[in-house]
């Protein structure tokens, strides 16, 4: 089966501070993708990263950085030195090889206070 | 202009009203995807289709049906809707294809049912 967990529904974190959202995924495919997605409040969904099981290296994008981890089926995203536009709701997702379907976490709101 | 829209934006309808939600995208995608999100819920998979003459049923198809007319529209009805439908809906595209799994998503559409 199938299935993406973030265990942390809120956050908030005082803005300048950094901050890792945790994502853990459970697949049967030995080939599949990992995404993370943005959803500030107003609604629309933004595509951050996409990564798939081949590939272990971590990604920084500015103050953005995502640590993969096989051996731990996580996909955790670290916001380094957060700022009030991070304020939002990120999903982790997975798919499989062939795409066909997403599997999302329930995502994780999380509140940078000024 | 958008790549992926949604009309309308925003729905208010009563119980048992025939309602459609339509998607457009100029990206080229051949596959295209509805999703409700509920809060606590992340999002689901209503219904997807890799090409005009490809339907299939994702995670909660029941209560909703769709229809391709082409490879850029793709809509979402509901026969007769209910208050459990109220939710935000999403329509996302991807490309077909190895290596091209990443969803795009359009601006989503607020349904309220009373």
């Known amino acids: 089966a199938q299935k993406v967990t973030q265990a942390q529904t809120e956050i908030s974190v005082v803005e300048k501070e950094d901050v890792t959202l945790d994502c853990v995924y459970e697949t049967r495919d030995t080939t599949y993708y990992l995404f993370w997605y943005k959803q500030p409040p107003s609604g629309e969904l933004v595509f951050l990263i996409r990564?798939?099981?081949?590939?272990?290296q971590n990604e920084i994008s500015g103050r953005y950085s995502w640590n993969f981890q096989k051996s731990t089926s996580s996909f955790n995203f670290t916001i380094t030195a957060s700022q009030v536009v991070d304020s939002a709701v990120y999903f982790c997702?997975?798919?499989?090889?062939?795409?066909?379907?997403?599997?999302f976490g329930t995502g994780t709101s999380l509140t940078v206070i000024p | 202009d958008a790549d992926v829209t949604q009309t309308p934006r925003n729905r208010i309808t009563k119980t048992g009203k025939r309602i459609m939600l339509e998607c457009s995208q100029t990206k080229g995608h051949d596959r295209m995807y509805w999703y409700r999100q509920d809060p606590g819920l992340g999002l689901r998979l209503i219904y997807y289709?890799?090409?005009?003459?490809?339907?299939n049923k994702g995670e909660i198809s029941d209560g909703y049906s769709v229809s391709r007319q082409a490879q850029a529209k793709f809509s979402l009805s509901l026969e007769s809707a209910i208050p459990n439908q109220t939710a935000l809906y999403f329509c996302?595209?991807?490309?077909?294809?190895?290596?091209?799994?990443?969803?795009?998503f359009g601006p989503g559409t607020r349904l309220l049912v009373l």
């Open positions: 990564r798939n099981s081949f590939d272990e």
């Open positions: 997702a997975l798919s499989s090889f062939t795409g066909n379907q997403f599997y």
């Open positions: 289709s890799f090409d005009v003459k490809d339907i």
């Open positions: 996302a595209t991807s490309d077909s294809g190895q290596g091209q799994e990443t969803q795009y």
